[in-house]
Antibody, heavy 120, light 107 residues
């Protein structure tokens, strides 16, 4: 059973960038989509985009086009999410997750989440 | 983008009672619908996929039904550990949009 372990909390200034990592262990990494989902305080879940590591090309939702970069390193089974041009509204918990074995765009398992706080 | 609407926003239920949560899609998603449970301070957990298939390790008291635009998650007899927020999510069309969540609280 794969486990996803994310990097620790970050505090960033407005206008800067943040890069969060997600390391997979115990299962297949390269062939299924790794996605990033965020949750602002007291709010619901928002899918940002994803990548199939073996192919390398990421796909982003329109809201994050131009600000979001998702990459993956097959050699270390680690995916990365970099968000630039940070603003206060980007304060959220960022989760990585992987496609379910049987169903695409269905998320299981999830990382533990990384809190990103944007504050001057 | 498909809009997912959940109702009610909050459901107050006594332990041992049945809970019924609804999810509506703005257009048909066939049976490509998942349900997740999220407890405070935790990541979401997949409960149901394909509208009605329980994920590994999910108790039988959780069941999902529906197709097209109308879906239901039923918890047959609420246990203390079931009080949480539940999200539906469509996996039919990119991007896989989530509903806004239903909070199941103790009555």
């Amino acid at each position: 059973q794969v486990q996803l372990v994310q990097s620790g909390a970050e505090v960033k200034k407005p206008g800067s960038s943040v890069k969060v990592s997600c390391k997979a262990s115990g299962g297949s990494f390269s062939s299924r989509t790794i996605s990033w989902v965020r949750q602002a305080p007291g709010h619901g879940l928002e899918w940002m985009g994803g990548i199939i590591p073996i192919f390398g090309a990421a796909k982003y939702t329109q809201r994050f086009q131009g600000r979001l970069t998702i990459t993956a390193d097959e050699s270390t089974s680690t995916a990365y999410m970099e968000l630039s041009g940070l603003r206060s509204e980007d304060t959220a918990i960022y989760y990585c997750t992987r496609d379910h074995a049987s169903v695409g765009m269905t998320f299981d398992p999830w990382g533990q989440g990384t809190l990103v706080t944007v504050s001057s | 983008e498909i809009v997912m609407t959940q109702s009610p926003a909050t459901l107050s239920v006594s332990p041992g009672e049945r809970a019924t949560l609804s999810c509506r899609a703005s257009q048909s998603v066939s049976s490509n619908l998942a349900w997740y449970q999220q407890k405070p301070g935790q990541a979401p957990r997949l409960l149901i996929y394909g509208a009605s298939t329980r994920a590994t390790g999910i108790p039988a008291r959780f069941s999902g039904s529906g197709s097209g635009t109308e879906f239901t998650l039923t918890i047959s007899s609420l246990q203390s550990e079931d009080f949480a927020v539940y999200y539906c999510q469509q996996s039919d069309n990119w991007p896989g949009t989530f509903g806004q969540g239903t909070k199941v609280e103790i009555k």
